[in-house]
Every structure is written in C-alpha cells, then in structure tokens.
C-alpha cells in the first residue's frame, strides 16, 4: 500500500458521506455494492490520500476509518 493511505472498514461504515464531501483531493466516493448493514459504503480510490485526517475526523462512526502514513524516524544525537 502507498503511504500515506486512508483505510475504511467497509461494515462500519454508515454512508454518511461526511468523509467525502471533507476530502479536498477527492479520492473518496461512495460505492455501488452495500455493506452487511445495508449502506453503501465509502471507498478509497486507492491513490491521492494525503493524509491531512480530515476524513478520520469527519467520520462519527469510532473505528471506520484509519490513517495510514510512514512513521517518522527520530535521530538521536
Ligand atoms: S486523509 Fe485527507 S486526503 Fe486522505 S482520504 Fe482522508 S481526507 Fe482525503
Ligand atoms: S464519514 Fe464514516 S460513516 Fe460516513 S461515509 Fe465516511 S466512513 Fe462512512
């Protein structure tokens, strides 16, 4: 996977949306298929995330969506 990345667990999401409309470089979108709850769900267009978290912070379901970025090394002197 390409970091950063956003990741969005399909089941819990409710398809508010809220995480699409906060994604300025737009790489979310609302899919066909529906999950186990009957929503459609929000998906990652699999390249774009910036990692800004605006999404994660957008999203009122706790767990649905989760940031994925390099971890920075820190240099000890
Ligand atoms: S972290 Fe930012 S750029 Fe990445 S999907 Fe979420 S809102 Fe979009
Ligand atoms: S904000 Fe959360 S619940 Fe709403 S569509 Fe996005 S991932 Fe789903």
Redesign the pocket.
């Known amino acids: 996977m390409k970091l950063p990345a956003v990741e ?1 667990k399909s089941n ?9 409309d906060s994604c300025k470089p737009g790489v ?1 979108s ?1 899919s066909k298929a529906f999950n186990l709850l009957g ?1 459609q ?2 998906e990652y267009k699999q390249s774009g995330c910036t990692g800004c978290e605006a ?1 994660y912070y ?4 706790p767990g ?2 989760s940031i994925h970025k390099e971890k920075k090394v820190q240099v000890q002197r």
């Not at 819990?12 to 699409?20: E, H």
């Not at 957008?58 to 379901?61: G, N």
């Open positions: 969005i819990q999401c409710k398809g508010c949306g809220l995480c699409i979310l609302l929503y769900y929000a999404c957008a999203c009122p379901e649905a969506i």
